[in-house]
Each structure stands twice: as C-alpha cells, then as structure tokens.
C-alpha cells in the first residue's frame, strides 16, 4: 500500500464515523465536518476542519510525500477524539441524579458505549421511520388530488 492509498483509507475511515456515528451528510470529508459542525465543541471542530483540509491537499497533490503520515496521525487522534465525544454526548443523555441529594455517579465506559450504540440506533431508526412517514403522507396527498381531479371524491 503506496502513502497516497493510506491516506484515501483513513480518509474513508474518517468519513464513514462521521456518517456512521455523527450523522454527517456530504460528498467529502469537508463537506461532512461542515455538515456537523454545529453539533462539535469549538476545538474538535477546528481539528476535524484543519484533518479535512490536509486530506484535501494531499489528495490533490497526488505525489507521495511526508505530510501523508502527519495526516494518518491527525486522523488516529480525531478518532479519538470523536469517540470521546460520542461517549460524552451519550453520558448527556443519560444524566441520573439520585433523589436522595447524593452526588450522580458517573456510567462505566462499557455501559456509554452500549449506550451511544443504542442512541446511535436509535436515531437511525427514527430518520427511517420519519422518511417512511413523510413519503406516505405524500402519496395520499398525490392520491387525493388525483381523485378530485378525476371526479371520484
């Protein structure tokens, strides 16, 4: 594997988290990080920004180069960092204080990846569910002026 089929691989690798996990939508990793950047602190989202770029201009280049390692270590740490975030942004979600006063305890790290699986899910299935939805209600929209066009209602 050349360097620029290892930087195409992590910046596949990167693209699919961000839709797998985050949601993103776009055709590049730039037009996915600008696709979530409202939803990402200030710091990951000039990170993932400056990955982006990076990816960008190594793509473009097209000629091997030392900068190619620099961008699979930057895209090993937005790894890292997404996951943390994910996992923070599912310990969010599942914010427990106790009734009795006590200090909230903090979820094992196994429990918010099960967790942040489960929302991710979750999510997925509700965006389902509301395409179904809206696309239904549309063809019985279509259907019913279609009626009172023909005359049968």
Do not use: W
């Not at 280049?61 to 996992?87: I, K, T």
């Not at 942004?89 to 009734?99: G, M, Y």
């Not at 099960?114 to 019985?140: E, G, Q």
């Amino acid at each position: 594997m050349d360097m620029n089929e290892l930087a195409s691989h992590y910046i596949q690798k990167l693209e699919y988290l961000l839709a797998k996990d985050f949601s993103a939508k776009g055709h590049d990793l730039e037009a996915k990080v600008t696709s979530i950047a409202a939803a990402l602190p200030d710091e990951l989202r000039d990170f993932l920004q400056g990955t982006a770029l990076l990816g960008r201009r190594l793509h473009q280049s097209g000629e091997p180069n030392r900068e190619v390692m620099d961008f699979v270590f930057r895209c090993g740490q937005a790894f890292e960092r997404l996951e943390s975030f994910r996992q923070i942004r599912a310990a969010e979600n599942l914010v427990f204080v106790p009734l009795n006063g006590s200090a909230p305890e903090e979820p094992e790290k196994t429990d918010l990846d099960a967790i942040a699986r489960f929302v991710a899910a979750r999510d997925r299935l509700l965006k389902a569910v509301a395409s179904f939805t809206l696309k239904f209600l549309l063809v019985l929209a279509g259907l019913l002026i279609l009626g009172m066009l023909i005359g049968l209602i």
